[in-house]
């Protein structure tokens, strides 16, 4: 029954480092220029992550798949992992606020005031306050999720194209047999 079963490669053996990778990815029809390569970064994210896994279908079908789910989402990936580099290596100067405060001060005469110095009358204050945000606080707010977050889901991406082996719900054990033939 094993071999009836049609195992693909393992991810290894169907691209052993980033060379045969990017050859590959230069050669589908997806790849728009010769320089339209996922990154190292991130051909060893999936790699490290799949190396030894099998394919859940034949090499030829699998790289088929795998171009497409590489082609969809490895530019979103890479480029919100760089928005999230370029956060963590923001400096103090830039995550400066700066901040204007405008203050109105009148009198209403709504009563006859006295010219006497210690009797002043009614004041009102109005206060206004205009507070520039920083870039470390936009950036924040622009980054949806985090590095963690961001890597996990990519690299989920591709689980589809994998066997996910299930170990066997018991363990199998053998026990010695008394003289009556009993455990």
Do not use: C
Not at 64 to 75: E, G, N, S, W
Not at 135 to 151: C, D, V
């Amino acid at each position: 029954m094993q071999q009836l079963i049609n195992r693909g490669e393992y991810f290894k053996n169907i691209f052993a480092n980033y060379g045969v990778f990017s050859d590959w990815y230069k050669t589908t029809p997806l790849s728009e220029t010769t320089t339209d390569v996922p990154s190292l970064k991130t051909f060893t994210l999936i790699s490290y992550e799949y190396n030894d896994s099998t394919s859940s279908m034949s090499v030829e079908g699998f790289k088929q798949h795998f171009a497409i789910d590489i082609y969809t989402y490895y530019k979103e990936f890479e480029a919100t992992t760089k928005s999230i580099v370029d956060l963590l290596n923001v400096t103090d100067d830039e995550i400066s606020v700066a901040d204007s405060m405008i203050t109105n001060v009148a009198n209403i005469p709504e009563n006859a005031s006295s010219t006497d110095v210690l009797d002043v009358g009614f004041i009102s204050n109005q206060q206004k306050t205009i507070q520039k945000k920083g870039i470390l606080q936009i950036r924040k707010e622009q980054l949806s999720s985090k590095r963690t977050f961001t890597t996990k889901t990519f690299i989920g991406r591709f689980k589809h194209l994998f066997i996910n082996v299930l170990s066997p719900s018991y363990n199998y054990v053998v026990g010695e047999l008394n003289d009556e033939g009993e455990n």
